[in-house]
């Protein structure tokens, strides 16, 4: 069984999180997020979640919030929705640093927040709306694999980059949206925007929709649709 596999119900979850606020980044259920552990607030939360539940939530700071990665000061306005993810591998480095991976397992809202002494922030989180994202592979028969594999073959090919098609063909389709929506290098909105798509299916028109966008500004396309 997958170490994600045992959140089965919302009931399965915790309902105190620990925040971790990163702009531009997104996380999404069963895809994993590399991150680079160094602030000393940080590091307190992430020995504190390796005791206790091995859970992180990924959020995002509010638009108005300073335009900086990760601000400073624990009355920056935050997103009010985001990803809760277990740490599933740590590395310690020589430098104090961690590299750790974060699955990711549901999108939660932020109920209210709890105040600390920690030097992170924490947070009561709802994941009732989000019930959906325990389930495995839920919305992928809804997807338009064809239009989106074809999106993403003229993306690439506009921008010149490399990608493993025979991966990709293989990729089961949820891991694919939720993939790219997360490596996908669009701003703050839109990683919201993706992060907060209703299903699946809405996710990937909204890269579809994205892509061609971008390609059209750039002249990779005619501006017509892709499909």
Not at 187 to 206: F, H, N, S, V
């Amino acid at each position: 069984m997958a170490l994600t596999d045992r959140y089965r119900r919302t009931a399965d979850l915790p309902r105190r999180l620990p925040l971790f606020p990163l702009r531009g980044v997104l996380l999404l259920p069963r895809v994993g997020l590399p991150l680079n552990i160094f602030e000393p607030r940080y590091l307190s939360m992430l020995d504190d979640a390796i005791a206790g539940e091995r859970m992180i939530g990924i959020i995002q700071p509010a638009a108005s919030a300073e335009a900086v990665e990760s601000p400073a000061g624990m009355s920056v306005e935050l997103r009010r929705v985001g990803c809760a993810g277990r740490i599933t591998a740590f590395q310690e480095q020589d430098d104090g640093r961690c590299a750790i991976t974060l699955t990711g397992i549901c999108r939660f809202e932020v109920v209210s927040e709890i105040p600390s002494m920690k030097p992170y922030r924490t947070c009561t989180a709802g994941y009732d709306r989000f019930a959906h994202d325990l389930q495995p592979g839920s919305g992928e028969a809804d997807v338009d694999r064809d239009t989106l594999l074809k999106t993403l073959r003229a993306y690439t090919e506009a921008r010149q980059m490399q990608a493993d098609w025979s991966a990709i063909q293989r990729a089961q389709s949820e891991a694919l949206v939720n993939t790219l929506s997360i490596i996908s290098p669009y701003g703050p909105e839109e990683k919201q925007a993706l992060l907060e798509a209703g299903d699946l299916r809405t996710r990937a028109e909204l890269l579809v929709a994205l892509a061609e966008m971008e390609l059209a500004a750039q002249g990779g396309s005619s501006g017509s649709t892709l499909q």
